[in-house]
């Protein structure tokens, strides 16, 4: 999977402006992401079908009439499950299924199927193995919830060359779509996300306000090629910054088209 979708890399480095390089949803949380090349944004809400489903790993206790944030280890993540790496999905929003392939095998998942969605989760059980820890469901987050790792996070912004000041420190090369992220940027200083809480940024059509910096978890640590763990990316920033810092939660203010290529900006 290309980690610059329709992007050329030559170009990327000679822009002068903060630019969008990248935009990916994530269908089933902890599963592989889609590229967009573009993307409506909606005020209050959360990035476009991002994060709808998610696998209980176990009775969750998810609740979707009175929807709540339940740590991420009631689900099948890639901090715990770093098969799912290899699993490839594509989301198809106007029949409502989910195209799942590995190795060669794939699935059609009709979502508002039980029988359906039964049946991939019996394929994922067998894919799994024993890292299915108690019987595996699919289940749907509703329109008041996503499955985000924090109840703040709409939209998750990364910046490029914090990926890069790191990949530089390690001495290794770092995919970026190790941090799960929405929106790529390309332009800004390293680690000046860090700063950017309560901050307005204009991307595109859309305003978005920074919420929070993205605590980072063992999924960063999954080679997303692969499925192999095979970089301590967590301790790595720990020991490098002294925090375990990668990325930023944005919340959208005004809604509006986000494509490849749109400027992203802030006040001076």
């Known amino acids: 999977m290309a980690p610059f979708p329709a992007v050329a890399l030559t170009a990327i480095t000679m822009l002068m402006h903060p630019t969008v390089t990248a935009l990916y949803r994530h269908p089933v949380k902890g599963f592989t992401p889609e590229a967009l090349n573009e993307v ?20 969750s206790g998810f609740d979707p009439e009175a929807p709540e ?3 991420k280890t009631r689900f099948t993540v890639l901090a715990r499950q770093e098969a799912l790496a290899r699993i490839r999905t594509r989301w198809d929003d106007t029949t409502r299924t989910l195209q799942v392939a590995m190795e060669g095998q794939g699935l059609t998942v ?15 059980a067998d894919v799994l193995g024993e890292a ?15 499955f985000m790792d924090s109840h703040r996070g709409r939209v998750s912004v990364l910046n490029l060359a914090s990926v890069r000041d790191l990949e530089a420190r390690l001495g290794v090369p770092l995919d970026p779509l190790r941090f799960r992220a929405n ?3 390309e332009g800004w200083e390293p680690w000046v996300e860090n700063d950017l809480s309560g901050v307005a940024l204009t991307i595109g059509e859309a305003s978005l306000v920074g919420d929070k910096p993205i605590v980072r978890c063992a999924a960063t640590e999954v080679d997303p090629a692969t499925g192999v763990r095979d970089i301590e990316v967590v301790g790595a920033l720990w020991e490098q910054y002294g925090h375990r810092l990668c990325g930023l939660y944005c919340s959208i203010q005004t809604g509006g088209r986000i494509a490849l ?6 006040p001076a």
């Open 261 to 266: 290529g749109d400027p992203v900006s802030r």
């Open 69 to 71: 944030p339940i740590s």
């Open 132 to 146: 299915a820890k108690g019987p595996l469901r699919l289940i749907d987050a509703g329109p008041r919830h996503r």
């Open 183 to 185: 929106l790529w940027v």
């Open 40 to 59: 409506l944004l909606e005020a209050g809400r959360w990035f476009p079908n991002d994060r709808m489903w998610a696998v209980e790993n176990g009775p």
């Open 110 to 124: 009709q979502m508002d199927d039980p029988i359906s969605r039964s049946a991939f989760t019996a394929w994922l």
